[in-house]
């Protein structure tokens, strides 16, 4: 058994401060986290100490009463350091976001990539949306004056799939605004986290401003309760989302923005170019091992495509390697799912796909490999005859799974992909622009992408769904706007006359 990782606590005050596991003062939980690509590989024991909850909060009101007064240039600056060190690290970052989460190394490398422009692009983009106007002679004698604030305390509660990159993102649009914040990351990947603090604590950013929360859901139930916390970023499931917002719901005080799960579509059209479709939807269905909101669930095919390309698609789904993020004979497309649970949820989904008539074209197993980790393989179904009662067909499985499903017109593809609970992505391969238009009008879904998958997305433009993916505060560009709230003043001149004449009813 290998300790992979120094583990160092919480983040509070300016400094870690590792929770005491012996004696009388000892923890009451220490959470074991193993690699999932090598389950005799213990990267780290999280001692988690709900005791800091108090001085934390504490920490981060003191924090944000002093960062809210600096100027924008000097928080830009902070910033600017912080993508310096995290630069400096990102060798570093990818490895450990490879172990934590099991995806290869290249696809870790390239979220390190995205934590550190998220500073540019951020500054370059975001800012802009919230820079204060003044409007001239709004009325006669008056200007107009709309400036954005920052909203208080935020807390942060983060993935395991883009453990740093989606925090990353609140994270930088948080302090940029002028708020302080509390990162409560998974504890499947609190390692990460880690060192995103360290990159601001190395930044030298002021006492308070960032705080860093370990543990498991009941750290950030109790943290998002405490009347200080104004403003809450979660991503993760619809079901712990929809949590949230009960424990908030009747604060006022509080903004929550929340980034949920998907069942998404894409739609594959007569007149698709499947040369180029068929490597899009490999990407899509089983990147990150399907474990992202944006992976494509459902392709919704033109029936009379659909058995070729499935046939085309099988195989190339056979020729996926999967290993070991890091320690590799042949490097790999897919690692292993994140932990037993993820495998077992999986697996649940196969049984339950062959009990509801849903034809198995590919199974999806557990693999074996030179370590014991949680490989599996990827899974494809066909359901030859759409059922909206199909409780597989409209859960999310977040791993590598797509079924699909024939079409003759495209409202009855549109209807299909509508019928799920979820919005947040869908996309459409066709050359017809009309096509694409009419899906645009009626897909319900936060994004819809033409001639490329759903995993596609942009940092420059907002990221959200609707129905059980998202409460309409979208994230990437738009993150921003969930940091401040709007502040209206009008501007009369300094040396008006106000004529008591002018007022009706005065006995003068």
């Known amino acids: 058994v290998q300790m992979e990782f120094n583990f160092r606590g919480n983040y509070f005050n300016g400094e870690f401060k590792l929770p005491t596991t012996t004696g009388p003062d000892a923890v009451d939980e220490i959470i074991a986290r193993e690699c999932p690509a090598d389950t005799q590989t213990i990267l780290y024991h999280l001692p988690v100490d709900n005791r800091h909850i108090e001085s934390i909060i504490e920490s981060a009101s003191s924090g944000y009463h002093f960062w809210r007064k600096l100027s924008l240039d000097e928080r830009k600056n902070y910033l600017r350091k912080y993508q310096e060190q995290v630069l400096a690290r990102k060798d570093e970052f990818a490895s450990a976001i490879a172990l934590e989460t099991g995806k290869p190394l290249w696809e870790a490398a390239g979220e390190t990539n995205a934590i550190i422009d998220k500073v540019t692009v951020t500054l370059d983009y975001g800012l802009p949306r919230i820079k204060d106007q003044v409007i001239e002679e709004i009325k006669p004698g008056f200007k107009g004056h709309l400036y954005y604030k920052p909203i208080g305390p935020t807390l942060i509660i983060g993935p395991f799939n883009f453990p740093c990159h989606l925090a990353n993102t609140q994270i930088v649009n948080a302090l940029l605004s002028g708020n302080s914040i509390i990162f409560k990351p998974s504890e499947k990947t609190a390692y990460s986290a880690q060192l995103l603090i360290e990159c601001f604590h190395q930044a030298g950013f002021p006492?308070?401003?960032?705080?860093?929360?370990?543990?498991?859901?009941?750290?950030?139930?109790?943290i998002l309760r405490e009347k200080s916390i104004k403003s809450i970023f979660f991503t993760g499931s619809a079901e712990i989302g929809k949590n949230i917002l009960?424990?908030?719901?009747?604060?006022?005080?509080?903004?929550?923005?929340?980034?949920?799960?998907?069942?998404?579509?894409?739609?594959?059209?007569?007149?698709?170019?499947?040369?180029?479709?068929?490597?899009?939807?490999?990407?899509?269905?089983?990147?990150?091992?399907?474990?992202?909101?944006?992976?494509?669930?459902?392709?919704?095919?033109?029936?009379?495509?659909?058995?070729?390309?499935?046939?085309?698609?099988?195989?190339?789904?056979?020729?996926?390697?999967?290993?070991?993020?890091?320690?590799?004979?042949?490097?790999?497309?897919?690692?292993?799912?994140?932990?037993?649970?993820?495998?077992?949820?999986?697996?649940?989904?196969?049984?339950?796909?062959?009990?509801?008539?849903?034809?198995?074209?590919?199974?999806?197993?557990?693999?074996?490999?030179?370590?014991?980790?949680?490989?599996?393989?990827?899974?494809?179904?066909?359901?030859?005859?759409?059922?909206?009662?199909?409780?597989?067909?409209?859960?999310?499985?977040?791993?590598?799974?797509?079924?699909?499903?024939?079409?003759?017109?495209?409202?009855?593809?549109?209807?299909?992909?509508?019928?799920?609970?979820?919005?947040?992505?869908?996309?459409?391969?066709?050359?017809?622009?009309?096509?694409?238009?009419?899906?645009?009008?009626?897909?319900?879904?936060?994004?819809?992408?033409?001639?490329?998958?759903?995993?596609?997305?942009?940092?420059r433009l907002p990221f959200g769904g609707v129905k059980n993916s998202g409460n309409f505060r979208p994230a990437s560009i738009a993150t921003i706007d969930s940091c401040v709230y709007q502040k209206a003043g009008l501007q009369g001149a300094a040396d008006s006359v106000s004529e008591l004449s002018s007022i009706k009813g005065l006995d003068l």
């Not at 960032?210 to 109790?222: E, F, K, P, T, V």
């Not at 939807?281 to 992976?295: A, E, P, V």
């Open 207 to 222: 006492k308070g401003v960032i705080n860093l929360a370990q543990g498991g859901g009941d750290m950030a139930s109790r």
């Open 246 to 459: 009960t424990y908030t719901h009747t604060d006022l005080t509080k903004i929550v923005s929340l980034e949920l799960g998907g069942k998404n579509s894409t739609i594959i059209h007569k007149d698709a170019n499947l040369d180029h479709a068929l490597p899009e939807l490999i990407k899509s269905c089983f990147l990150t091992t399907g474990q992202r909101c944006t992976s494509t669930s459902l392709v919704i095919m033109h029936q009379d495509l659909i058995q070729d390309f499935i046939a085309r698609f099988h195989e190339l789904a056979k020729k996926i390697i999967i290993d070991h993020p890091i320690d590799f004979e042949k490097e790999p497309f897919m690692g292993p799912l994140v932990d037993q649970k993820g495998v077992d949820n999986y697996l649940n989904f196969m049984g339950m796909a062959k009990r509801e008539g849903i034809i198995e074209i590919m199974r999806g197993k557990l693999l074996n490999r030179k370590r014991k980790g949680y490989f599996v393989s990827p899974s494809i179904h066909l359901c030859e005859e759409f059922d909206p009662r199909s409780h597989f067909l409209a859960s999310e499985v977040f791993g590598p799974n797509c079924t699909f499903i024939p079409y003759q017109e495209i409202e009855q593809a549109i209807e299909i992909a509508n019928t799920t609970d979820y919005g947040l992505a869908a996309s459409i391969f066709t050359k017809d622009q009309k096509l694409f238009e009419l899906c645009l009008r009626d897909l319900e879904a936060g994004l819809v992408n033409w001639n490329t998958s759903t995993c596609g997305a942009s940092s």
